[in-house]
C-alpha cells in the first residue's frame, strides 16, 4: 500500500481558525467605533476618517486600498475552493450555491418593499445580500463543539460564494462612468498576468507588481478599485493534479496564507472601526423604522433566513442536495440566522449605494448593525439551545 501525499495545511481549516478569531477582533472594533463617534472625541475621529494623505482621505484608503487586499483573499479563496476544496465539485457546491442564491434574492425583494418607487432608495437593494463570514464564524466559535464542522463549512462555503455574488453586483450594478484609456490599461496588464501564469511563472513578486499597477488603472477607470484585487486573484499560479492534493509550493497557497492573518486581524478590523462608527446625536427609535434601515435590518434578520433556509429545505427534499452531515434541522436553521450577519460587506456595499448622502450612509449602518447583531444573538440562542442528533441524511 502506497503512502499517500500528505495534503499541505488546508487554507480552509487555516481560513476557519483565523476568520473566527479574526471576527471576535471585528465585533471589538466595531463596538470601539460606536463608542468614539458617541464621545467627546468624535470630532477627532471624524475628522481623521476625512483627512486628506496623498490626494486620498484617511477613509478611501481604507475602502478603496486596503479592501482591495480583502478582495484579493476574496478571489484567491473563490479560485482555490473551487479547483480543490468544498466547492470542486456540483454535489460539494449544490447546498451552498442553492443557500447563497435564496440567501441574496429574498433580502434584496424585502429590502425593495420598504424602498421601491420614485421616492425610495432603491439603488441599496444589495446592502442585505451579503454574510460577513468573520463575524458569523466568530459567534460559531463561541459556540465551541455544539456546532458540527460541517455546518463550519457549509456556512464557510456559502460566504464564499455570496461575495463571489456581492463581487459581480458591484461591477454590474455600482460602477461610475468609465475612463476608456484607463480599462484599457487594465485590461492590458490583465492580460500580462495571464501571459505570467500560462509561462509557468511562480516568482510572486512580479505578480504584485502588476497588481499595483492594476489597482491604480482600475481607480482611474471609474470600476471601484477594489475590483482590482478580484480581478488579479485567478491570475495566481495553483498547481492541482487531478486525484493529488494540491501542491503546497504554489504561489496561491504562499500568498493566501500571508494575508490571511493580516486580512483578518488587521484590515477587515480597521475597515470595521473606520466605517461602524455612527452618532446616535439626534436620533430616536422612530429613526430605525425609516425605511432604509428598516428595510436593511429587515432584509438580513428575516430575509436572509427565509432564504437560505427555505431554498435550501427545497433543494433537500428535492435530492438535489444533502442536509450536511451530523446536524440537525434546528441547527441548520441557527445557521441560516447567522448568515444575516452581514457586516463588512453590506457597509462596503451601502458605501456604494449612497456615495454622496452621509444620512443615507448613517440609516445604512443602523439597519446593518441592528439586523446583524439581531441574527446574531437569536442564531447563536439557537445553536446553543439546539440538541445534537445522530442518525440523519449526510452530505
Same mark, same amino acid.
Given at each position: ?13 487555516? &481560513? ?15 463596538? %470601539? ?22 490626494? %486620498? ?10 479592501? #482591495? ?5 476574496? !478571489? ?41 418607487? =420614485? ?8 446592502? =442585505? ?5 468573520? &463575524? ?30 456581492? *463581487?459581480?453586483?458591484?461591477? *454590474? &450594478? ?12 487594465? #485590461? &492590458? ?16 513578486? =512580479? ?52 494575508? @490571511? ?43 436572509? @433566513?427565509?432564504?437560505?433556509? #427555505? ?13 450536511? #452531515? ?34 443615507? @450612509? ?5 439597519? *446593518?448593525? %441592528?439586523?446583524?447583531?439581531?441574527? !446574531? ?14 442518525? %440523519?441524511?449526510?452530505?
Amino acid at each position: 500500500m502506497h503512502a499517500l501525499t500528505p495534503r499541505p495545511r488546508s487554507a480552509l481549516r487555516a &481560513f476557519l481558525n483565523n476568520e473566527a478569531s479574526g471576527g471576535l477582533v471585528l465585533m471589538g472594533a466595531a463596538a %470601539l467605533a460606536l463608542v468614539v463617534a458617541n464621545s467627546p472625541g468624535s470630532g477627532a475621529y471624524f475628522e481623521g476618517l476625512h483627512s486628506d494623505v496623498l490626494g %486620498l482621505s484617511v477613509l478611501h484608503w481604507v475602502n478603496d486600498a486596503l479592501m #482591495a487586499v480583502f478582495f484579493l483573499l476574496v !478571489g484567491l479563496e473563490i479560485k482555490r475552493e473551487m479547483l480543490d476544496g468544498q466547492l470542486s465539485t456540483w454535489p460539494r457546491r449544490a447546498l451552498p450555491s442553492i443557500a447563497a442564491l435564496g440567501g441574496m434574492i429574498v433580502p434584496a425583494l424585502i429590502y425593495l418593499a420598504f424602498n421601491a418607487g =420614485p421616492d425610495g432608495h432603491s439603488r441599496g437593494w444589495a446592502i =442585505p445580500a451579503a454574510t460577513d463570514i468573520a &463575524f458569523a464564524l466568530g459567534v460559531l466559535s463561541l459556540l465551541g463543539p455544539r456546532v458540527p464542522i460541517s455546518l463550519k463549512v457549509f456556512l464557510t462555503a456559502l460566504a464564499i460564494l455570496d461575495d463571489l455574488g456581492a *463581487v459581480l453586483i458591484i461591477a *454590474v &450594478f455600482y460602477t461610475g462612468d468609465l475612463n476608456l484609456y484607463a480599462l484599457g490599461g487594465a #485590461a &492590458f496588464v490583465l492580460v500580462l498576468l495571464q501571459g505570467l501564469n500560462r509561462a509557468g511563472s511562480t516568482d510572486l513578486k =512580479p505578480y504584485l507588481l502588476l497588481g499595483m499597477v492594476l489597482w491604480v488603472l482600475v481607480l482611474l477607470s471609474g470600476i471601484h478599485a477594489t475590483l482590482a484585487g478580484v480581478a488579479l486573484a485567478p491570475t495566481i499560479p495553483l498547481r492541482v493534479s487531478p486525484g493529488k492534493p494540491e501542491d503546497a509550493t504554489s504561489p496561491l497557497h504562499h500568498l493566501e496564507h500571508a494575508l @490571511q492573518p493580516w486580512v483578518a486581524f488587521l484590515i477587515v478590523p480597521v475597515f470595521g472601526f473606520a466605517n461602524a462608527g455612527v452618532s446616535f446625536a439626534g436620533m430616536s427609535l422612530a429613526s430605525l423604522l425609516d425605511p432604509v434601515p428598516l428595510g436593511v435590518a429587515l432584509g438580513l434578520f428575516v430575509g436572509k @433566513q427565509v432564504g437560505v433556509f #427555505a431554498f435550501s429545505w427545497a433543494a433537500i427534499r428535492m435530492d438535489w442536495a444533502d442536509l450536511p #452531515a451530523n446536524a440537525t434541522w434546528t441547527q441548520f436553521y441557527g445557521v441560516a440566522l447567522l448568515c444575516g450577519i452581514g457586516f463588512t460587506m453590506s457597509l462596503f456595499i451601502g458605501l456604494l449605494a449612497f456615495p454622496n448622502s452621509p444620512e443615507l @450612509q448613517d440609516a445604512t449602518k443602523l439597519g *446593518v448593525l %441592528l439586523g446583524s447583531v439581531l441574527s !446574531g444573538v437569536v442564531g447563536a440562542g439557537l445553536l446553543r439551545l439546539a440538541k445534537p442528533e445522530r442518525g %440523519l441524511k449526510h452530505a
